[in-house]
Nanobody
Framework: QVQLVESGGGLVQPGGSLRLSCAAS????????MGWYRQAPGNQRESVAL???????NYADSVKGRFTIARDNAKNTVYLRMSSLKPEDTAVYYC??????????WGQGTQVTVSS
Protein backbone atom coordinates (compact mmCIF):
# COMPACT_ATOMS: atom_id res chain seq x y z
CA GLN A 1 0.00 0.00 0.00
CA VAL A 2 1.30 3.44 -0.93
CA GLN A 3 1.77 5.66 2.11
CA LEU A 4 1.16 9.41 1.89
CA VAL A 5 2.94 12.02 4.00
CA GLU A 6 1.94 15.69 3.98
CA SER A 7 4.20 18.60 4.83
CA GLY A 8 4.30 22.36 4.50
CA GLY A 9 1.58 23.41 6.90
CA GLY A 10 2.01 26.12 9.48
CA LEU A 11 0.90 29.50 10.74
CA VAL A 12 0.43 32.24 8.17
CA GLN A 13 -1.13 35.70 8.23
CA PRO A 14 -4.27 36.48 6.25
CA GLY A 15 -3.35 37.18 2.64
CA GLY A 16 -0.27 34.98 2.87
CA SER A 17 0.71 31.86 0.97
CA LEU A 18 1.73 28.29 1.70
CA ARG A 19 2.62 25.29 -0.40
CA LEU A 20 1.63 21.87 0.88
CA SER A 21 3.37 18.75 -0.36
CA CYS A 22 2.17 15.17 -0.32
CA ALA A 23 4.97 12.65 -0.79
CA ALA A 24 4.04 9.08 -1.67
CA SER A 25 6.09 6.02 -0.70
CA UNK A 26 5.49 4.54 -4.13
CA UNK A 27 4.34 5.42 -7.58
CA UNK A 28 1.30 7.67 -7.91
CA UNK A 29 1.09 7.11 -11.66
CA UNK A 30 -1.42 4.31 -11.14
CA UNK A 31 -3.85 6.54 -9.28
CA UNK A 32 -6.31 8.22 -11.63
CA UNK A 33 -7.01 10.88 -9.02
CA MET A 34 -4.97 12.55 -6.31
CA GLY A 35 -6.41 15.27 -4.13
CA TRP A 36 -6.74 17.24 -0.95
CA TYR A 37 -9.47 17.43 1.66
CA ARG A 38 -9.57 19.65 4.71
CA GLN A 39 -11.33 19.52 8.04
CA ALA A 40 -11.85 22.43 10.38
CA PRO A 41 -12.81 21.92 14.04
CA GLY A 42 -16.47 21.02 14.34
CA ASN A 43 -16.87 20.67 10.57
CA GLN A 44 -17.10 17.74 8.22
CA ARG A 45 -14.17 16.92 5.97
CA GLU A 46 -14.57 18.76 2.67
CA SER A 47 -12.98 18.33 -0.71
CA VAL A 48 -10.61 21.16 -1.61
CA ALA A 49 -9.01 20.17 -4.90
CA LEU A 50 -8.29 17.13 -7.03
CA UNK A 51 -6.21 16.36 -10.09
CA UNK A 52 -6.62 13.59 -12.64
CA UNK A 53 -3.73 11.69 -14.12
CA UNK A 54 -4.24 13.58 -17.37
CA UNK A 55 -3.83 16.90 -15.60
CA UNK A 56 -7.44 18.00 -15.33
CA UNK A 57 -8.33 19.68 -12.05
CA ASN A 58 -11.34 20.50 -9.94
CA TYR A 59 -11.63 22.94 -7.04
CA ALA A 60 -14.11 23.79 -4.33
CA ASP A 61 -15.83 27.08 -5.07
CA SER A 62 -14.40 28.53 -1.86
CA VAL A 63 -10.80 28.15 -3.10
CA LYS A 64 -11.12 28.74 -6.86
CA GLY A 65 -8.63 31.32 -8.07
CA ARG A 66 -6.60 31.05 -4.85
CA PHE A 67 -5.45 27.42 -4.69
CA THR A 68 -3.60 25.42 -7.33
CA ILE A 69 -3.09 21.66 -7.29
CA ALA A 70 -0.31 19.95 -9.19
CA ARG A 71 1.12 16.45 -9.41
CA ASP A 72 4.64 15.36 -10.28
CA ASN A 73 4.50 11.68 -11.13
CA ALA A 74 8.28 11.50 -11.49
CA LYS A 75 8.71 12.63 -7.88
CA ASN A 76 5.59 10.82 -6.64
CA THR A 77 4.43 14.07 -5.08
CA VAL A 78 1.27 16.16 -5.14
CA TYR A 79 1.29 19.84 -4.28
CA LEU A 80 -1.29 22.36 -3.15
CA ARG A 81 -0.29 25.95 -3.62
CA MET A 82 -2.46 28.23 -1.48
CA SER A 83 -2.47 31.99 -1.79
CA SER A 84 -4.60 34.87 -0.52
CA LEU A 85 -5.27 32.76 2.53
CA LYS A 86 -8.21 33.59 4.76
CA PRO A 87 -8.94 32.69 8.39
CA GLU A 88 -11.66 30.35 7.14
CA ASP A 89 -8.99 28.29 5.37
CA THR A 90 -7.76 27.20 8.79
CA ALA A 91 -8.02 23.41 8.94
CA VAL A 92 -6.13 20.16 8.87
CA TYR A 93 -5.35 19.37 5.24
CA TYR A 94 -5.28 15.74 4.12
CA CYS A 95 -3.87 14.29 0.93
CA UNK A 96 -5.52 11.22 -0.61
CA UNK A 97 -5.15 8.81 -3.48
CA UNK A 98 -8.07 7.44 -5.45
CA UNK A 99 -8.59 4.50 -7.77
CA UNK A 100 -11.60 3.63 -9.89
CA UNK A 101 -12.98 1.85 -6.83
CA UNK A 102 -12.71 4.83 -4.53
CA UNK A 103 -10.26 6.42 -2.11
CA UNK A 104 -7.27 4.14 -1.59
CA UNK A 105 -5.35 5.97 1.11
CA TRP A 106 -5.00 9.08 3.26
CA GLY A 107 -2.11 10.98 4.70
CA GLN A 108 -1.91 11.87 8.37
CA GLY A 109 -2.77 15.53 7.77
CA THR A 110 -0.97 18.84 8.15
CA GLN A 111 -2.29 21.81 10.12
CA VAL A 112 -2.80 25.14 8.37
CA THR A 113 -3.63 28.11 10.59
CA VAL A 114 -4.43 31.51 9.10
CA SER A 115 -4.35 34.18 11.77
CA SER A 116 -2.90 37.59 12.49
Amino acid sequence: QVQLVESGGGLVQPGGSLRLSCAASGSISSFPVMGWYRQAPGNQRESVALIWSGGGTNYADSVKGRFTIARDNAKNTVYLRMSSLKPEDTAVYYCYSQTVSGIAGWGQGTQVTVSS
